[in-house]
């Protein structure tokens, strides 16, 4: 389905136009339950009515705190739908984090479901201005309302019918994600309507071509606050599909899931796919259902698209790259069985070449474009930059520039690649900061890993460089998940593979890595631990 042009030029219209092309087909899934287009439609509308009547703001942003429930999907609709802006909030961050995130984004109303009732309390008690709180009960509006006088709170039971959407401009905010920060407040990535329309369209053109379309099933295994959850959504309901999201009880067997709900898309992150293939998950031809896999958010190993492809043999791959600041997907890469493990640098699947009106550019430290076969930075423009960080010009000036001579504005996006010639897939070769000097040497981690995944057997490995000193580290820690792993043995292997300066002078065994909660690799966590243990 194409979506027609609209006086509104809103992320909501994706949804609105699937609504009227196919109202009784389900739109999405949770657990038992299901809602039709016609029924979600029904649902959003009714809680932009309760934020356009009650909110007070003419564009409201909206925290969703929500998830895994019929009520987040509403509330991410509904907040679109009243002209507003979506801030996605999880339930079981902690309580200081959230507060942090509503307090940045100034948020004018809260839509919590069953999970997010939890959070209200603390949320309530903290918060600096009144807020409208959106709930499903009127019952328990009423109890809230005895509670927490200062704030206005409203139940979507009570709410009318006939609410028409409010329109929104290309340049009005649609959402609001707030990412890590390094001086440990999160950063707010504000993504405009246009910004994400012109991602869902370039979707559209890649995955039309493999006859995706309103008969498929979509996975939705993503955390709202991971930017990817807008493929899950906006994308899977531009094609008509049926989103598919896993209960807490289901997600602990997404395989079983899989089989069980007939995915034919799924969309994860490579730790995601290590967990997935253990004790032989990913058994050869377990999936033929499957029509279109993707990885995105963290390198992907050879190894795991090789794996995927066995277990879906009648699915295209693709890796998928694309920071939040860039809205969602830059570039593709589509894993060829015969072709693409020659074309893995250090073991790691290349990201590929750039979509439709995407400008990919490789940079030295002067901003000066490298000669091809060298390493730089990666720089992206085209019309999916975001405008910049949530009400902070100086890291917005330092990661939004201008190239001489260029007027469009590129991103910075830290990562190290190498130049390739045009048409050619780009290897992803680490991120900037995980190049470090040991005694004056440069080292790339990648490299070490690739070497610790051949010399471990195992495909969960991380390199970090530990202890710090001013120049970058001393040495290297390497954690490795295979419990059965020899170290002795491996690090022999390391000794034969690597240059002395680069083989980890402390291996790690562990049960598996800890994961942040978009289901990356959470290297900072292995960090943290290296310096509890120093300060001993």
């Not at 007070?56 to 019929?70: D, E, H, I, K, N």
């Not at 030295?364 to 902070?392: C, F, N, S």
């Not at 590129?410 to 190290?416: E, I, M, S, V």
């Not at 460089?465 to 419990?483: D, K, L, N, Q, Y």
Request: with cysteine.
């Amino acid at each position: 389905m194409t979506i027609p042009a609209h006086a509104s030029e809103g992320l909501h219209e994706v949804f609105l136009a699937a609504a009227a092309a196919w109202p009784g087909r389900a739109a999405v899934e949770v657990g038992p339950d299901a809602l039709s287009y016609q029924a979600l439609r029904s649902a959003a509308l009714r809680v932009a009515r309760l934020l356009v009547e009650h909110s007070g703001a003419q564009r409201p942003r909206v925290g969703v705190l929500a998830s895994r429930s019929m009520q987040m999907y509403a509330g991410i609709l509904g907040a679109l739908c009243s002209g507003g802006t979506v801030v996605p909030l999880n339930p079981g961050f902690p309580v200081e984090r959230t507060r942090q995130m509503i307090e940045l984004a100034e948020a004018h109303a809260l839509v919590a479901d069953d999970a997010g009732h939890a959070a209200l309390t603390s949320q309530l008690e903290a918060a600096t201005r009144s807020l409208l709180v959106i709930v499903g009960d009127g019952a328990q509006a009423d109890r809230l309302a005895a509670q927490w006088p200062r704030h206005r709170f409203a139940a979507v039971e009570r709410a009318g019918e006939g609410f028409e959407p409010r329109p929104s401009g290309a340049d009005d905010l649609a959402y609001l994600f707030f990412t890590s920060g390094s001086t440990g407040t999160p950063k707010g990535v504000g993504v405009l309507h246009r910004n994400a329309r012109r991602f869902v369209a370039m979707s559209q053109e890649r995955y039309r071509a493999l006859g995706i379309g309103h008969e498929d099933r979509f996975s939705q295994f993503y955390d709202i606050t991971f930017d990817s959850s807008m493929f899950d959504l906006f994308v899977g309901w531009s094609f008509g599909a049926a989103l598919c999201c896993p209960t807490l009880a289901e997600w602990i067997n997404p395989n079983k899931y899989i089989e069980r709900r007939a995915l034919t898309v799924i969309d994860i992150v490579p730790s995601t796919g290590h967990m997935m293939d253990r004790s032989n998950g990913w058994r050869a031809g377990r999936f033929p259902g499957l029509r279109l896999c993707r990885f995105g958010g963290e390198a992907l190993s050879a190894e795991l698209a090789a794996r995927l492809a066995q277990a879906a043999p009648n699915a295209a791959i693709d890796n998928v790259y694309g920071p939040t600041e860039c809205t969602v997907d830059a570039s593709y890469y589509r894993w060829d069985r015969a072709r693409s493990p020659a074309e893995a640098v250090h073991g790691v699947v290349p990201i590929g070449t750039a979509g439709p009106r995407v400008a990919l550019h490789v940079v030295d430290a002067e901003l000066r474009e490298v000669p091809v076969g060298r390493e730089g930075e990666l720089l992206i423009a085209g019309p999916q930059v975001t405008p910049g960080y949530w009400k902070d010009p100086q890291r917005t000036a330092n990661s939004f520039i201008q190239l001489p001579g260029s007027d469009a504005v590129h991103y910075r996006t830290g990562d190290l690649v190498r130049r390739v010639p045009e048409g050619q897939p780009i290897p992803y070769l680490g991120r900037m900061d995980y190049q470090i000097k040991i005694a004056g040497v440069r080292i790339e981690l990648g490299e070490i890993e690739q070497a610790m995944r051949q010399a471990s057997g195992s495909d969960e490995v991380v390199a970090v460089g530990w202890p710090p000193t001013p120049g970058g580290a001393s040495g290297v820690v390497g954690f490795v998940a295979h419990p059965r792993c020899d170290v002795a043995e491996m690090r022999a292997r390391l000794r034969d593979m690597l240059p002395g300066v680069m083989v980890p002078k402390d291996l790690r065994i562990v049960q598996a890595m800890p994961l942040n909660v978009n289901g990356k690799v959470d290297r900072k966590a292995l960090l943290e631990e290296l310096r509890a243990e120093a300060t001993v």
